[in-house]
């Protein structure tokens, strides 16, 4: 893992929001707004931006948390910017806080928290509850 990030670091990147990413189950749309899946989705995408610089070869990003707090609706055709910041780098996992707003409304606030481990680590966890 390359140790290349410290707390205040800063990524962006944005999403304009299409029919898909309603609020839905199903067939059933629940109302005309960005789902909590997607922000979820791009939250989780903001700090993988700092893990793919970090990876060495062998190496793999797993979510450890992600937690979301509704602001305001965000609805169809605005253009979501992500925002992750470095809150902390401990061992192998990053943490992020997260916000997501359109314009200079504030959509949503968060943690993501990714860790870093070898894919060989990765596949024993995978495997062992395959059995």
């Given amino acids: 893992m390359k ?14 929001i299409t029919a898909s990413d309603l609020a839905s189950f199903g067939d059933d749309n629940v109302h005309p707004v960005c ?10 995408w903001a700090s993988r ?9 062998d190496e793999e990003g797993i979510g450890t948390k992600l937690e979301i707090n509704h602001k305001s609706p965000a609805i169809i055709e605005e253009e979501l910017i992500i925002e992750a910041v470095v809150n902390s780098i401990d061992q192998h996992e990053i943490i992020c806080d997260i916000s997501v707003s359109v314009v200079d409304r504030l959509i949503a606030t968060g943690v ?10 990765i596949d024993r966890l995978i495997s ?4």
């Fill in 3 to 16: 140790s290349i990030f410290k707390p205040g670091d800063k990524k962006y990147h944005s999403k304009q």
């Fill in 128 to 131: 062992k509850i395959q059995k």
């Fill in 49 to 57: 931006l700092f893990v793919l610089e970090m990876l060495d070869d």
């Fill in 112 to 121: 993501t928290g990714q860790k870093i481990l070898k894919k060989s680590k």
């Fill in 35 to 44: 789902s909590t899946f997607t922000l979820a989705r791009e939250m989780e």
